[in-house]
């Protein structure tokens, strides 16, 4: 009897991130460097409270989002190479759904993590802690926002001779959109101003990347294998 769509697609997603928890390095390196590259900005800038704090949430938004794209790489890429690709494409779940659900894999392995760290983060930057709830919804919009556009760029590359440095040019222009309007929602919080309209441009970028990037890279995925 053939499983259903819900289970394959969770099956996807538990098999993902079971290879996450067995090799780790992808999560660990992309945590390591959102705080370390968070940390380097002090050191820059100089030690002035007021300055780092007006300056935390372009810092905190920055790193997660350079952060994001260190597995993006491999998100299909080590698939491809064993074939599971093709056995994945050939399970009965559509290719659309099958990106899907690596997307929240990437999600679930580094998204999350991101956001568990961005707290210490944003207090060694001197972010009051009012605006932490603000900044962890908006971390949460945004990462799953990198999520979906990352796997539909690493889909688009799976298979270029260069697809590690094609990754960056076409992400980096597609998630700005997100970076300004979380980093203006924290900004708004710290200023005493409304945050909730870009929290709520954020949720409707999410809104219309959930179904559109699925697709396109489950067409990207669908030429890879053929």
């Given at each position: ?11 996807v997603?538990?098999?993902?991130l ?14 390591l460097?959102f705080i370390?590259?968070g ?11 007021e ?5 935390a ?10 952060a ?6 491999r ?7 064993d ?28 998204g999350?993590?991101?956001?568990i760290?961005?707290a210490?983060l944003a ?5 009051p802690m ?9 971390l949460a919009l945004g ?5 979906l ?5 690493a889909?688009?590359v799976?298979?270029?001779?260069r697809g ?9 222009p597609?998630?700005?959109p997100?970076l300004?309007f ?7 919080a710290?200023?005493?101003l ?9 949720g409707a970028f ?9 697709l396109?890279?489950g067409?990207?995925?669908?030429a890879?294998v053929?």
């Amino acid at each position: 009897m053939q499983a259903s769509l819900p289970a394959l697609l969770a099956a996807v997603i538990g098999r993902d991130l079971r290879l996450a928890l067995r090799h780790g390095a992808d999560t660990l390196g992309a945590v390591l460097f959102f705080i370390l590259a968070g940390a380097l900005f002090p050191l820059a800038l100089g030690p002035s409270p007021e300055l780092l704090r007006r300056m935390a949430p372009g810092i905190v938004w920055v790193c997660a989002l350079l952060a994001a794209l260190l597995p993006l790489d491999r998100l299909f890429g080590s698939e491809l190479e064993d074939g599971s690709l093709d056995q994945l494409m050939l399970s009965g779940l559509p290719p659309a759904l099958v990106a899907l659900a690596k997307m929240i894999a990437h999600w679930l392995t580094t998204g999350l993590p991101l956001l568990i760290a961005a707290a210490p983060l944003a207090i060694m930057l001197g972010l009051p802690m009012p605006v932490l709830p603000i900044l962890l919804a908006g971390l949460a919009l945004g990462t799953a926002i990198l999520s979906l556009i990352g796997g539909m760029a690493a889909s688009i590359v799976l298979g270029a001779r260069r697809g590690g440095v094609l990754l960056p040019l076409l992400v980096l222009p597609l998630a700005t959109p997100a970076l300004i309007f979380g980093a203006a929602a924290l900004d708004a919080a710290q200023t005493g101003l409304s945050w909730r309209p870009d929290l709520e441009l954020l949720g409707a970028f999410l809104a219309g990347a959930l179904p559109l990037c699925p697709l396109a890279a489950g067409a990207g995925l669908r030429a890879a294998v053929e």
